[in-house]
Nanobody, 118 residues
């Protein structure tokens, strides 16, 4: 069983920065595709960015050039550096892991609140 724990959320003014972390338990981290999702009130959960086990990255158009996803396999941790934050980035941010060992499995973190004030 993989457990994901997010941290680093908070309240920041528009134009500011935050760095989210997602710490994973277990031994599958290096094999897992990881991602950050977010869900704003009244909206569906959406992909923010993801990173493969090999380090290839993908970003939502709305965050390209402002957010950077990375991972440290030695620390079983994924990061999301968020710069030039906008009020529309306000949401609960979730960490996700997906992996396949015999069968496909995935896990979600509990979420961390990011609030950007104007």
């Amino acid at each position: 069983q993989v457990q994901l724990v997010e941290s680093g959320g908070g309240l920041v003014q528009a134009g500011g920065s935050l760095r989210l972390s997602c710490a994973a338990s277990g031994t599958i981290f290096r094999f897992a595709a990881m991602g950050w999702y977010r869900q704003a009130p009244g909206k569906q959960r959406e992909l923010v960015a993801d990173i493969t086990s090999g380090g290839s990255t993908n970003y939502a158009d709305s965050v390209k050039g402002r957010f950077t996803i990375s991972r440290d396999n030695a620390k079983n941790t994924m990061y999301l550096q968020m710069n030039s934050l906008k009020p529309e980035d306000t949401a609960v941010y979730y960490c996700h892991a997906g992996w396949k060992i015999m069968t496909s499995s995935d896990a979600w973190g509990q979420g961390t609140q990011v609030t950007v004030s104007s």
